[in-house]
């Protein structure tokens, strides 16, 4: 996982491979893993190497072309590293009109009423709107 920002008294990281996401699915109860593979996938397949590279530096760019391709997956960790809420954002955090942002809580709990001023600081961090009408995708009566 990557640093990302403070949210004090917690940590945004971002989840950078598929076994991350994997743990973060089993942590929040969600199914976060799934949609990091996918798009995951999706990005590494269109990755095109430069020609003149040889066939042994193909992959040089990928793991670069793969972040910045595909949405970002965040977590936000207390100090004991238990994982609190998970977002998912546009690629490289950057705004994207086109690009539904997604934030839930464990079993896609609603997590902006523990963790508002955190998903603020996110918000802060990459200059977006990360309001919970837009982000939050479930509707719990």
Known sequence: M????????????RIETPGEAGLESQMMDHAVERYFKQTHEQATRSYVPPASAAAFEQSIGLKGYVQKTMPMFLTLRDGDGTAL????LPPAGQKDAG???IIVGRSNSDPYPVYGDAIRALA???GLALDRDRCFPYRRG
Do not use: K, S
């Open 99 to 101: 690009f539904r942002p």
């Open 85 to 88: 809420v998970t977002a998912m």
């Open 2 to 13: 990557q640093y990302v920002c403070d949210a004090d008294p917690f940590t945004w990281f």
């Open 124 to 126: 802060a961090h990459f």
